[in-house]
């Protein structure tokens, strides 16, 4: 399995991003993949979900962005997208596209495969 991410950048606080990751190399779609997420480092800090999204349909949100991220996936064309509304500084963080065969994951090491990861960067 590949994952691209695409769609970082630098923003101001108070406005949107849309992440995308790019999944190639699953014989069916990324709905054959039982837990997709979104994951995010800040420089110096440990790597922790976002947002996951499993095939079962459970979906997790961290607190910190409830209300305001949106994990979702588009079956036919193989993408995982996060969609990030008013965003804040405390945002600032590599995030990274990750894949799971657990039914149901939050935590960093339950996930075996990674993109390279999309720098998101919000100013004040």
């Known amino acids: 399995v590949h994952l691209a991410e695409s769609g970082g950048g630098l923003v101001q606080a108070g406005g949107s991003l849309r992440l995308s990751c790019a999944v190639s190399?699953?014989?069916?779609?990324?709905?054959?993949?039982?837990?997709m997420g979104w994951l995010r480092q800040p420089p110096g800090k440990e790597r922790k979900s976002v947002a996951t999204i499993s095939s079962s349909g459970s979906i997790y949100y961290a607190d910190s962005v409830k209300g305001r991220f949106t994990i979702s996936r588009d079956n036919a064309k193989n993408t995982l997208y996060l969609e990030m509304n008013n965003l804040q500084p405390e945002d600032t963080a590599m995030y990274y596209c990750?894949?799971?065969?657990?039914?149901?994951?939050?935590?960093?090491?339950?996930?075996?495969?990674w993109g390279q990861g999309t720098q998101v960067t919000v100013s004040s």
């Open positions: 990750a894949a799971t065969e657990f039914a149901y994951a939050t935590m960093a090491y339950n996930f075996a495969e």
């Open positions: 190399g699953v014989s069916g779609s990324i709905f054959d993949i039982p837990t």
